[in-house]
């Protein structure tokens, strides 16, 4: 039946592949990371920074309430939830983590890109890895394990969101990049330690159709 399509359709697969291309996009864009920086500085305006800074809201409080009111009209209520929380607070932690333990500086602080100060607790020594790009990929990821079929949309609003940080001079575009794959590595990890049941969107009326079925 349709479940059980849906089933068989979400999950990691082959999606791992792509955290080799983050991480390739990770290295190639460290060169660029001043170069970006001064130009997210050039001019504050512009539509390209507008439009940018509008997507960056995807990753906001708002959206994480209303996904999860969404998820409360699931009779599979609680295993969805188990999977959201786990998902986003974990890359939250492991992120901080990151951030700590590398300790680079945010651009405008210290000497440029290249300036480290590992395990530092100071905001300013926590550019690596962005964090909102982290939550905004984790987000997207786990958005695509509820609805398969769009989960290319929700990568490119998940980056999209995640460049918006670099748009307002927050983050080097390696910090974004890498935040991005990071988080996407830890919602798929995550995934493969639940299993799919935390992560099958199903609305109340499927259930009713299934014990239908059953019967």
């Not at 935040?179 to 830890?186: N, S």
């Amino acid at each position: 039946d349709r479940s059980d399509r849906r089933s068989r359709s979400i999950g990691p697969r082959n999606d791992f592949k792509w955290v080799f291309a983050w991480l390739g996009l990770t290295v190639f864009a460290i060169p660029f990371d001043r170069v970006v920086y001064n130009w997210s500085w050039m001019d504050p305006h512009g539509l390209t920074k507008d439009a940018l800074s509008v997507v960056e809201y995807m990753s906001g409080y708002p959206i994480h309430l209303l996904i999860l009111s969404i998820l409360f009209s699931c009779w599979n209520r609680r295993d969805l939830i188990k999977g959201y929380l786990l998902i986003m607070i974990g890359q939250g932690v492991i992120c901080d983590l990151v951030k700590i333990l590398v300790g680079r500086a945010r651009p405008g602080f210290g000497n440029g890109p290249f300036h480290f100060e590992p395990f530092s607790f100071s905001m300013d020594m926590t550019s690596f890895p962005s964090g909102d790009a982290c939550a905004a990929m984790a987000l997207a990821t786990l958005l695509g394990f509820y609805f398969p079929r769009s989960k290319w949309m929700f990568w490119v609003l998940g980056l999209t969101a995640a460049l918006a940080r670099v748009a307002r001079g927050r983050h080097f575009l390696s910090d974004v990049f890498f935040g991005a794959g990071f988080g996407f590595l830890i919602a798929q990890i995550i995934f493969c330690l639940l299993g799919q049941r935390y992560f099958l969107f199903q609305a109340e009326g499927e259930r009713t159709m299934n014990f239908a079925t059953n019967d």
